[in-house]
Each structure stands twice: as C-alpha cells, then as structure tokens.
C-alpha cells in the first residue's frame, strides 16, 4: 500500500522587502507529504532581498518488514523553487541515507531500499537540501525530520531460562506458591497487543496450576506424597497478542520436585525376633540387628530404638546405628544358662524429629518382640570367693593345713575338680595343696620377719576337660610370734670422766625387736643377778624403752681400771617373754671441767710411759723405713734370679768381634800371638757354656791336644769339624773368628749363618733327647719346616 501526503505553501509579499511564508499542509489517505515552497517576489527595476524561509516536517511512518515486490514508497519533498525545469537537486542525508532510504534528486520522492527491522531501530532521523546545480548554492536551508517505523507481532514470546528447577513441601495446601516464571516479547508493547503475554499450563495438570498474568506456578492438589510420586515435570506457555488466535507463543518446563517431611511412622516388618547367645559372650557382645522401616528420608528416617519392657531390660542393651539405622541387641550383664535360658524383649522404634503438624496421624513409633535364647557351654570352675585371705602363726608345723579354696563347676554335669599351686608364684614351694579338696598346707617353715606375706595362685581344672581351668588369688598372712628376744638398737660407745660424781647419767640406752606385737613393745630393762648390787654402775628404767646408766661413786681412775663391762637384761612384755643380755663397754676417760672428753684409756698408757707424741711418730717413721729396706732387697734377690746367664762382652752369641788391625801376617808376631791358636791349653776344655746350664746328661767331649807344629789351616779344619759334631755347640747362630787369613776356603763361610744355601740340611734330631728344656728347640730345628716357621 503506497500513501501520499502533499504539503502546499502559498508565500504572500506583503512588503517590498518582506516576504512572509505561511506552511500548508495537506494530508492524503491518511499520510502525510510535506512540502516546502520557497517563493521569491521580484518587482520590475527594482532589487528583491530573499529572507530565510521555514520549513514545516511531518513524521513519516513507515510499516516494518515490508514484502512486497517494490521498494517501499516513503514520502516526497518539495520547494516552491522547483519549477520542474530539473534546475534543483534534492540531497538526504542522515540515518541510513543512501542504504536505507534513497531519494530522487530531480523529484524528490524518498523509497526504503530494504526491509526494516523496529526491534532493531524503531525511528530514524534525516536531513535534506534543495541545492541549485548551476552555482551549487542551497536554495532552501537544510532541514530535520523523522520517519518512524510502524510495530507488526513479528517476535514470540521468550522465557528468561529455557528450564527452570523449582521444589515444594510434600503434603502443601492448595494454592501454594512454588515458582514465578517470566516471558518478554521483543514487540512494541505501545502499539497494539503485540507485546502482551498471556501465561497457560499446557503439562502437570491437575497437579499444579499457572497465574495467566504473572506467571506464579501454584499447587492445584492437596496432599501431595513424596512417598508416592517425587519429580513432577511441567511445560508452560507465553503467549502474545493477549493470548488471542494469531498471537505467537513460546514454552519453557518447570521441574518440580516435592521435598520429604515427616509424615510417616517408623514400622518393624516383622511382630517377633529372635536371636540366641552362648553364655560365655563378654559383655557388650553384639548379638543381633533389627530394622524398623520409614519412608521418609534425612533426619526425617532417622529412628532411636529402645527396649521399653521384659524380664531382659537389664540382662541386655539397645544401640542405634546411624550409618544404618538398625538396632543392635548387646550384652550388658553375664549370662548364666543354668540360671536363665530364655528372655523376653519389647523393643520400641521411635522418630527421633517427629513433625508437630502430623501427629493427628498417630504415634510415630512403633514395637517389637524380642526374643533371646542362652545356649550352654562347658564353662570353667567358679571358686566360692572372689579372693581368699589365710592367716597363719609364723610357728605353724610343716604339713600343717593353714586353709581350703573351694571351686564347682558350673554347668549342669558337675564335673570333678583339682587344684594346684601356680609354681610362678611361690617358687620355694613352701605352700601345697591337697589336689582333690582345696585345703592348702605348709611345706617348710614360716618366718613372718622374712617374708610377712604371701601371695599364690591356686588353678582349678576340670578333670574330664583340662581345657577349662579358672585361678583365684590367695593372700596369705603371717601372724607374729614373740620368738625373737630384744636387744640394744644399737652399738654404744660410753665413757666416764675421771672426775665423775656419783648418781651422774653418763648414757641412755634403748632395745628393738623383730617381732611385732599387736599392743607395741614394751620392754625392761635391769643389770645380771651377778651385778644386781654394781658398786661403779647402775641401770634406771625411765619406763619409756630406755634405759639410763647412772654412775654409783666418785671419780674413776684410768691407771687402776680403764675399761668397766656393764651387763644388761633387756626383757619383753609378750607372750612367751623373751630377753637377752647385751654388755656395754664403759671406758674411763680424761675430761674438762664441763664434763667433755679429752682423752681415754689407750693414749693415756702411752702418756704415762713419759713417751711424748713426737716420740711416737719417730717411732712409727723407723717401722716404715725398716719395712721398705726389706722389701727393696726383696725385690733384688728376686731381679738377680731373673737376670741372663751370659751378661758379659764376650758372649759369642750372635756377636761378630772385630779386629781393626791388619797385621804383617803370620811372620809378624807382635800384633798376634798365633801360639795362642795352637795352645791346646789355652781353650778352656772342661769350661762349660754360660748361656745355659746343661745338665749332666752328655759328658763333655775331650778333643785330642794339638801341637804348635801343627798346620794353622788343617787347625781351623779340625776345629771347624768338631764344632759341628759338637753336641754342646750353641744350636743358634754364631760366628766363630779365628783370625787367620790363608787361601779360599773349600768350606766357604765358617758361620751357620748361611747353612741355609748348602745343599744339605743339618740334622737336628738329636735335640728332641736332651729334655725339656730343649724341647722348645727340638720343635725349632727338628722339624722338615723349622727354618721356614
């Protein structure tokens, strides 16, 4: 549909240089065409002054989403100017000139190049120009207008989430709210119904209901169970033009979930239980679970259980489990099934958060029965007391019965019991114990100051079943018997002053006693009868356990007696009285004149020798020096048995002597007598070795004499032969020099220091027969190995 709208201006002179212009507009099916008619007034001869004339702009609308086959006729602009000999040229500018809108710049008709959109621009605001092509000068001013486009229902509804999750009390009224939906319509909510919503329920009827305006979701049911349906789903619809036919619309769903209270009762699934028990089960023992059921769920389902009669409530227990929700049945006292064999439990179920809006329901609890059944076992043997205490007098006969344990067995076939001491305690075996009736004895003799004590252990096992055996502590007391006599509680060291005067206390004296009487000791005290009429001392009773000594004449003279021995009768007040005699030394001492020791009895013998006491020391130092000489010669006697028999230089054993003097040979007789070598009685024959002291087991070999015309060489040769046939030769290397200096020697070294590189080993054997005291070299040299170890 094209409209026109047409827009005339008449312009009046009314003066030569005054031109008003007065806007008329016209309207045309119901659009608007404004025009603008600018008129210029010329007289002949004489110059016309052009004023500024104003333009008059409607609104043009224009319709959104226009589709038909041409563009889309806007409106057209025009000057009273344009006096349609093409001299004029339109200009538009402004919002979307040139893409959106175009104009004919030789008429000045406007057409939309493309298809509007309102919800993306809904006015748009522009600027034209009537302009002269031939000196490019406006001839109108430039002027504003608007064209705005005109709204059609071309956009649905649109519900802010696409799934929206809502939730709801189980067993809620009707009409109670559970969640606000929302829809926007991107239409013009000012032009028409395009933009109004309608809200409708199209899924979850009857169970919920919509509010068409402001689209709160209600429940339309009473009493809605979570037990019997959770999740419930439902789709609502926006849509637009008020919901009228034509409108366009758009759905979103609702999950609703209702949510649990507590609404239902614990209930068991079951009216009687029951469990059995062995009698032997320690307390606490778990011996079965139960389980009341409850739909609700959370705190709601949470169950405390209870047993609320029977003859078991205080036999056993009732726990809750919270994990589970079970009830377990524990042991809470000992179990006998010879007392009791079968109990009867009512246990109760009961919410532990019950809901005050449900109780006209009914109670929220429920009960069960259970029962429990005892099943015997073989039990151990039962002593009558838990502990047994036996006293005994310490004076009790060996094999004398000092008290008796009893111990049965429990269960219903009373088998046969024994007893026996645990050895552990009582490892000198002093107690035993009749092993068929319990009564214990003794087995060697007491002594409560000893031990005043004992504690063992007696087992009682079954006969038939060694398995089954049960121990009971017996705490044995020794009973005290006066069998040990009093006597001073300790030692005492007393004097008296020479100077002393008669009926002066000079010490006080006290008793102990091992044994223990129940009313305490008591004890007296008196001299011998021999002594009952002292003439130096006497003995005061302070009737205390003390005693005092009193001295019975004046002053006491260290020449004539130094020493006084006091005997005295200590006696106790048991049962049979016991005493002992105790004697005090009193010694006689030198004093001051307040009664203080100075000196007694034994310095003062030395004193009257007239020996002062440098004397005594002088004395003492000879003692002392006398006893080290002693020892000093002592300890050399014994160094000089010690010493080595060969002390001297001329010790040949592994000595090498040296002659630093080369003389003229054998005709130079003044540096060496040779003779000496040729002497035969120059060797000490009968001299025996000085390194040890054979014994006379080898008779020493006389070698034949030698002359003095005798070749010096064959000499050595000889000497050289008998030393090694020798059998007193030393068995340990040695050098033996004779000095003389001939031709080289066939036999090579003289000394047995290289006897290892001949070829043949010396034959040592005969060592092992010269005794003992060679026995050490017998293994040194007699062996194949003895050079090598």
């Given at each position: 549909m094209r409209t026109y709208y047409c827009l005339a201006f008449l312009i009046w002179s009314c003066m030569l240089h005054v031109v008003q212009l007065t806007p008329s507009p016209k309207r045309t099916n119901k659009y608007l065409h404004p025009e603008r008619i600018m008129g210029l007034s010329q007289d002949a001869g004489k110059t016309l002054h052009r004023t500024k004339r104003g333009w008059m702009w409607n609104q043009f609308f224009l319709l959104?989403?226009?589709?038909?086959?041409?563009?889309?006729?806007?409106?057209?602009?025009?000057?009273?100017?344009?006096?349609?000999?093409?001299?004029?040229?339109?200009?538009?500018?402004?919002?979307?000139?040139?893409?959106?809108?175009?104009?004919?710049?030789?008429?000045?008709?406007?057409?939309?190049?493309?298809?509007?959109?309102?919800?993306?621009?809904?006015?748009?605001?522009?600027?034209?120009?009537?302009?002269?092509?031939?000196?490019?000068?406006?001839?109108?001013?430039?002027?504003?207008?608007?064209?705005?486009?005109?709204?059609?229902?071309?956009?649905?509804?649109?519900?802010?989430?696409?799934?929206?999750?809502?939730?709801?009390?189980?067993?809620?009224?009707?009409?109670?709210?559970?969640?606000?939906?929302?829809?926007?319509?991107?239409?013009?909510?000012?032009?028409?119904?395009?933009?109004?919503?309608?809200?409708?329920?199209?899924?979850?009827?009857?169970?919920?209901?919509?509010?068409?305006?402001?689209?709160?979701?209600?429940?339309?049911?009473?009493?809605?169970?979570?037990?019997?349906?959770?999740?419930y789903q439902v789709v609502i619809q926006a849509k637009d033009m008020?919901?009228?036919?034509?409108?366009?619309?758009?759905?979103?769903?609702?999950?609703?979930?209702?949510?649990?209270?507590?609404?239902?009762?614990?209930?068991?699934?079951?009216?009687?239980?029951?469990?059995?028990?062995?009698?032997?089960?320690p307390l606490g023992t778990p011996l079965g679970r139960i389980k009341a059921n409850d739909p609700d769920v959370g705190e709601n389902?949470?169950?405390?259980?209870?047993?609320?009669?029977?003859?078991?409530?205080?036999?056993?227990?009732?726990?809750?489990?919270?994990?589970?929700?079970?009830?377990?049945?524990?042991?809470?006292?000992?179990?006998?099934?010879?007392?009791?064999?079968?109990?009867?439990?009512?246990?109760?179920?009961?919410?532990?958060?019950?809901?005050?809006?449900?109780?006209?329901?009914?109670?929220?609890?429920?009960?069960?029965?259970?029962?429990?059944?005892?099943?015997?076992?073989?039990?151990p043997p039962v002593f009558s007391r838990a502990s047994y205490l036996i006293e005994v007098d310490e004076d009790a006969k060996e094999e004398s019965i000092i008290g008796q344990v009893v111990a049965q067995d429990p269960d219903t076939t009373k088998n046969a019991i024994k007893y026996s001491v645990d050895r552990h305690t009582d490892l000198d075996r002093i107690f035993n114990i009749h092993s068929g009736n319990g009564s214990i004895f003794i087995s060697k003799s007491l002594d409560r100051e000893e031990t005043p004590w004992h504690n063992i252990t007696v087992i009682a096992t079954e006969i038939n079943n060694p398995k089954q055996s049960s121990q009971i502590s017996v705490f044995i007391r020794i009973l005290d018997i006066n069998d040990h006599a009093p006597e001073f509680s300790k030692y005492y060291e007393t004097f008296v002053c020479e100077n002393a005067k008669a009926g002066q206390l000079i010490q006080t004296v006290?008793?102990?006693?091992?044994?223990?009487?129940?009313?305490?000791?008591?004890?007296?005290?008196?001299?011998?009868?021999?002594?009952?009429?002292?003439?130096?001392?006497?003995?005061?009773?302070?009737?205390?356990?003390?005693?005092?000594?009193?001295?019975?004449?004046?002053?006491?003279?260290?020449?004539?007696?130094?020493t006084y021995l006091l005997p005295i009768i200590i006696f106790d007040n048991d049962y049979p009285i016991q005493s002992s005699t105790g004697t005090l030394t009193i010694r006689v001492c030198a004093c001051d004149s307040r009664g203080n020791m100075q000196s007694c009895n034994a310095e003062a013998l030395l004193?009257?020798?007239?020996?002062?006491?440098?004397?005594?020391?002088?004395?003492?130092?000879?003692?002392?020096?006398?006893?080290?000489?002693?020892?000093?010669?002592?300890?050399?006697?014994?160094?000089?048995?010690?010493?080595?028999?060969?002390?001297?230089?001329?010790?040949?054993?592994?000595?090498?002597?040296?002659?630093?003097?080369?003389?003229?040979?054998?005709?130079?007789?003044?540096?060496?007598?040779?003779?000496?070598?040729?002497?035969?009685?120059?060797?000490?024959?009968?001299k025996m070795r000085r390194d040890v002291i054979p014994e006379t087991i080898f008779q020493i070999r006389r070698t034949a004499p030698l002359w003095e015309n005798i070749d010096v060489q064959d000499f050595i040769h000889r000497r050289l032969k008998e030393n090694d046939i020798d059998p007193t030769a030393p068995p340990y290397d040695s050098l033996a020099t004779y000095a003389y200096e001939g031709n080289d020697s066939i036999a090579n070294s003289l000394s047995s220091l290289e006897s290892l590189t001949t070829d043949g080993n010396q034959d040592y054997d005969y060592l092992s027969d010269w005794g003992p005291r060679f026995k050490k070299l017998a293994d040194m040299y007699g062996g194949d190995d003895s050079d090598r170890d």
């Open positions: 959104e989403e226009y589709t038909g086959p041409d563009t889309q006729y806007v409106g057209k602009l025009h000057t009273d100017q344009d006096k349609g000999d093409g001299n004029l040229k339109y200009i538009l500018t402004g919002d979307g000139a040139g893409s959106l809108f175009v104009i004919d710049e030789n008429t000045g008709d406007i057409h939309a190049a493309k298809k509007l959109d309102r919800e993306e621009k809904s006015l748009y605001v522009l600027r034209a120009k009537a302009i002269d092509r031939k000196t490019g000068r406006q001839v109108e001013p430039e002027s504003e207008f608007i064209i705005k486009i005109h709204d059609i229902n071309d956009n649905e509804p649109k519900f802010t989430k696409d799934i929206y999750t809502a939730s709801v009390p189980e067993m809620s009224g009707v009409g109670t709210s559970v969640l606000q939906v929302t829809a926007t319509d991107a239409d013009d909510a000012n032009y028409g119904n395009s933009a109004k919503v309608v809200y409708s329920i199209l899924q979850g009827q009857p169970y919920f209901s919509v509010d068409p305006d402001t689209g709160i979701i209600k429940t339309a049911l009473p009493d809605m169970s979570r037990e019997n349906r959770e999740q008020g919901g009228q036919m034509g409108g366009l619309s758009g759905t979103t769903t609702v999950n609703i979930t209702l949510t649990d209270v507590n609404d239902n009762p614990p209930r068991f699934p079951q009216s009687t239980y029951q469990f059995s028990s062995p009698e032997s089960a389902a949470e169950i405390e259980y209870s047993i609320s009669n029977g003859d078991g409530s205080d036999v056993f227990d009732i726990i809750t489990d919270k994990d589970t929700q079970e009830g377990i049945i524990t042991v809470k006292k000992q179990l006998d099934f010879e007392n009791k064999m079968l109990y009867t439990l009512r246990v109760e179920a009961a919410n532990s958060h019950p809901d005050p809006r449900f109780l006209q329901l009914g109670p929220f609890k429920d009960t069960a029965l259970v029962k429990i059944s005892v099943e015997d076992i073989d039990e006290s008793a102990m006693d091992k044994d223990a009487p129940p009313q305490g000791h008591k004890f007296f005290f008196e001299l011998v009868p021999e002594f009952a009429v002292h003439p130096n001392f006497s003995i005061v009773d302070n009737k205390d356990n003390t005693a005092g000594i009193m001295t019975r004449r004046n002053g006491y003279s260290r020449s004539k007696m130094s004193l009257s020798t007239g020996l002062s006491t440098g004397a005594l020391i002088a004395i003492l130092l000879c003692i002392i020096i006398l006893l080290v000489l002693v020892v000093l010669f002592a300890a050399l006697k014994r160094q000089r048995k010690k010493e080595p028999l060969i002390i001297s230089k001329d010790d040949v054993r592994d000595n090498i002597v040296t002659y630093n003097d080369e003389g003229g040979g054998e005709e130079d007789t003044q540096a060496f007598d040779i003779g000496t070598l040729r002497n035969p009685e120059a060797r000490e024959e009968s």
